[in-house]
């Protein structure tokens, strides 16, 4: 690991539980050296990534530029983001962009409609990686060496989700959820919420998925729901795949409709 690495880890220790951390928890954490722990904190407070508060650190202003200027400028977001809030407003639903990276899976943007549903899971927040829809349409979409060694390095995890607990049997059932083309689950996030999401093809994989509050999905329809989420993910593919080419935009369909 190079010290630059080994440097950045240390934003990694700063969580919603854990918002100040002392030189000396950092210290105990990493198991740095008093000199190499204060040298990486000076660096990362002149930075700006960290800010010095009450005899600890914390997350510094920079985190708040940077976020902004992602949430602004991101290529996938810009792409994805009409799909997403006409799905949002059409069906009265929270609609989510989940990206894979490091072994964690991340909210990356979200869309709110009109149904006022209780989200633990916004932007930027960390999602299990064996639990909810968004994060089983990510693992489906692994390649099987990938998968296997975060299968083998997730033990802990994967206890507590509901996938099975051997090998064959685990993969049996993500190749299920390819064959669909969609995830579904239910109250594993949120009681009461349903979440169905369809991976997207960026570099480190997504997801596209929609909840609802469980009242209203029992009267739907879920081959309508998912033949929606399939179409809107594919949509979203093709403008991708062509914004990675730098071919002009096409024209997007309304994915309600089309399924209509």
Same mark, same amino acid.
């Given at each position: 690991?190079?010290?630059?690495?080994? !440097?950045?880890?240390?934003?990694?220790?700063?969580?919603?539980?854990?918002?100040? &951390?002392?030189?000396?928890?950092?210290?105990?954490?990493?198991?740095?050296?008093?000199?190499?722990?204060?040298?990486?904190?000076?660096? &990362?407070?002149?930075?700006?990534?960290?800010?010095?508060?009450?005899?600890?650190?914390?997350?510094?202003?920079?985190?708040?530029?940077?976020?902004?200027?992602?949430?602004?400028?991101?290529?996938?977001?810009?792409?994805?983001?009409?799909? !997403?809030?006409?799905?949002?407003?059409?069906?009265?639903?929270?609609?989510?962009?989940?990206? $894979?990276?490091?072994?964690?899976?991340?909210?990356?943007?979200?869309?709110?409609?009109?149904?006022?549903?209780?989200?633990?899971?916004?932007?930027?927040?960390? !999602?299990?990686?064996?639990?909810?829809?968004?994060?089983?349409?990510?693992?489906?979409?692994?390649?099987?060496?990938?998968?296997?060694?975060?299968?083998?390095?997730?033990?802990?995890?994967?206890?507590?989700?509901? $996938?099975?607990?051997?090998?064959?049997?685990?993969?049996?059932?993500?190749?299920?959820?390819?064959?669909?083309?969609?995830?579904?689950?239910?109250?594993?996030?949120?009681?009461?919420?349903?979440?169905?999401?369809?991976?997207?093809?960026?570099?480190?994989?997504?997801?596209?998925?929609?909840?609802?509050?469980?009242?209203?999905?029992?009267?739907?329809?879920?081959?309508?729901?998912?033949?929606?989420?399939?179409?809107?993910?594919?949509?979203?593919?093709?403008?991708?795949?062509?914004?990675?080419?730098?071919?002009?935009?096409?024209?997007?369909?309304?994915?309600?409709?089309?399924?209509?």
């Amino acid at each position: 690991m190079s010290s630059l690495t080994r !440097m950045l880890v240390i934003l990694d220790e700063f969580t919603p539980e854990d918002p100040v &951390l002392t030189a000396e928890q950092i210290m105990a954490r990493l198991s740095y050296s008093r000199g190499t722990a204060y040298r990486y904190l000076k660096e &990362l407070t002149s930075a700006g990534l960290l800010a010095s508060v009450g005899g600890g650190y914390t997350l510094g202003r920079k985190v708040i530029e940077l976020d902004y200027t992602i949430r602004q400028t991101d290529p996938y977001i810009t792409v994805v983001r009409p799909i !997403m809030h006409a799905l949002g407003e059409r069906l009265d639903c929270v609609v989510l962009m989940c990206s $894979f990276y490091q072994g964690r899976v991340v909210v990356l943007h979200h869309e709110r409609g009109a149904d006022n549903l209780t989200m633990t899971y916004g932007r930027g927040r960390r !999602m299990p990686t064996f639990l909810g829809a968004p994060s089983k349409s990510i693992l489906a979409s692994l390649p099987k060496a990938m998968l296997r060694k975060l299968f083998e390095s997730s033990s802990a995890e994967i206890a507590s989700s509901a $996938f099975p607990k051997d090998w064959n049997s685990f993969y049996d059932e993500i190749k299920g959820i390819r064959r669909r083309g969609y995830a579904l689950s239910r109250s594993e996030l949120d009681t009461g919420n349903v979440g169905v999401a369809a991976p997207l093809n960026t570099d480190p994989p997504a997801s596209l998925a929609f909840v609802f509050p469980e009242s209203r999905f029992e009267i739907a329809d879920e081959r309508r729901v998912a033949d929606i989420i399939r179409s809107a993910a594919e949509q979203a593919n093709t403008l991708i795949a062509r914004m990675e080419s730098g071919e002009a935009g096409i024209d997007w369909f309304d994915p309600v409709s089309k399924t209509a």
